[in-house]
């Protein structure tokens, strides 16, 4: 978890209509530990959690999940919206 983190937000894609885009990132986490598969909640928080680090990085404070059609990576455009 990377500082400033916790004050970057998740939106849907019609609500960043009037923000700076800064980019995106793709992230990908581990979805098997041995033999275990780990739960789809818990990849996603990973995955947004990594989102939210990489838009502090980028100057962003809002990030907008994508389409993905591999379990284990998702792709975040990031912007900026608040002043």
């Known amino acids: 978890m990377r500082h400033g983190s916790e004050r ?3 939106a849907d894609a ?3 209509a009037n923000c700076e885009p ?3 990132i793709t ?3 581990l979805t098997e530990i041995g ?3 780990r739960s789809v909640e818990a990849v996603e928080a990973n995955l947004l959690q990594l989102a939210l680090n990489g838009a ?3 100057g962003g404070d809002t990030v907008v999940k ?3 059609s591999k379990y284990g990576e998702r792709t975040f455009d990031i912007y900026k919206c608040r002043p």
């Open 8 to 10: 970057v937000s998740l």
């Open 27 to 29: 992230g990908s986490v």
């Open 66 to 68: 994508k389409d993905t």
């Open 14 to 16: 019609n609500q960043v």
């Open 22 to 24: 800064k980019g995106n």
């Open 35 to 37: 033999l275990f598969t």
């Open 56 to 58: 502090v990085d980028k």
